[in-house]
């Protein structure tokens, strides 16, 4: 986001934090993420986030509505209707605090495999109009595109030359079904999904010790279940996520009745595509940057773009450790 905007998105923030005309004694604003997708700034208790350029505001406008709706799930919003500023649609939010990455092992992967499962049960046929009091139904999970514009990204990169990590991860999402790839409708049964699962979509709201909640909307729809399982499965397969930290994940969303997976036995046939599309678009990601910034791969993306290579050569169905 361009400097001059940045201030005005704090300026939002600071209002809807001293709605009542008291003086601020709470300091400046906070930038908590600057990209071209999104721009987060913190003032005192509310969070002002600026979306993408080309974000769509009806689908936006359901999403924020959906989260309104699901307190038991999401963060609400302060408001259900998107400001603009300039090109960028601009949503309030209550601060809620995030997951300490310096306590890994304290990682509350409990609640978020329990989170998912009541975001998934939630009806979005028949139902939904008892749970989301007749509005319309949220548009289609954006995790597909995400991931398609990952593998853009990396052959937008690879222009500036070439790579021996890129044609393994192009390989691997190349094998994909055409869903996962964004080329073709997700398959049913759909569910209400959240669409870019992670540690750093939780928070505790209120802030510091309430229940955890999930937030940004920018991706919630309707879509395969199992794409939100998809990440840290993939990262587990990978080496990346302890196998105890998968279990309890897993262990949580299945005793909440999440329907992504069967409730008992291999959980891996339902995750297999959605896993091997995490793990390509992550490893895209990592091969732009590492070319964009003329670097080599840390350890952590070379584990990934090893995968990719593993997953050419695997069977169509995965099992743990993407094997050759």
């Given at each position: 986001m361009t400097a001059p905007v940045l201030p005005q998105l704090a300026a939002k923030a600071r209002g809807a934090a001293h709605r009542g005309g008291a003086p601020c004694?709470?300091?400046?604003?906070?930038?908590l993420a600057d990209r071209p997708d999104a721009t987060v700034v913190r003032h005192a208790d509310v969070v002002a986030k600026a979306h993408a350029p080309d974000t769509d505001r009806a689908a936006l406008d359901l999403r924020v509505a959906t989260a309104a709706r699901l307190p038991d799930v999401f963060v609400p919003p302060l408001g259900t209707a998107p400001a603009t500023l300039g090109d960028r649609l601009v949503t309030l939010w209550p601060y809620g605090a995030p997951v300490d990455p310096h306590t890994p092992d304290a990682a509350p992967w409990e609640a978020a495999g329990t989170l998912l499962a009541r975001l998934h049960r939630t009806p979005v046929t028949g139902a939904v109009t008892a749970v989301l009091r007749a509005a319309p139904a949220p548009p289609p999970m954006r995790g597909?595109?995400?991931?398609?514009?990952?593998i853009s990204r990396l052959r937008a990169a690879l222009?500036?030359?070439?790579?021996?990590?890129?044609?393994?991860?192009?390989?691997?999402?190349?094998?994909?079904p055409a869903w996962a790839r964004a080329a073709a409708p997700m398959p049913g049964p759909a569910a209400l999904c959240h669409g870019d699962v992670h540690l750093g979509q939780?928070?505790?709201?209120?802030?510091?010790?309430?229940?955890?909640?999930?937030?940004d909307v920018d991706d919630l729809g309707v879509g395969v279940p199992a794409w939100d399982l998809a990440r840290p499965a993939a990262w587990y397969a990978c080496g990346l996520l302890p196998p105890d930290a998968w279990t309890r994940f897993l262990t949580a969303y299945r005793a909440a009745g999440g329907p992504a997976v069967p409730a008992h036995g291999?959980?891996?046939?339902?995750?297999?595509?959605?896993?091997r599309a995490l793990?390509?678009?992550?490893?895209?990601?990592a091969v732009a940057k590492a070319l964009t910034a003329d670097r080599p791969l840390d350890e952590v993306e070379a584990a990934l773009v090893d995968a990719c290579a593993r997953m050419d050569c695997a069977p169509a169905e995965l099992t743990h450790g993407f094997p050759t």
């Open positions: 004694v709470c300091g400046a604003a906070v930038t597909p595109v995400k991931a398609a514009r990952a222009g500036t030359g070439g790579t021996p990590a890129a044609p393994p991860v192009l390989r691997a999402w190349a094998a994909l939780l928070v505790r709201h209120p802030a510091p010790d309430g229940p955890w909640r999930l937030i291999d959980p891996w046939p339902a995750l297999d595509v959605p896993a793990t390509a678009q992550t490893a895209a990601l």
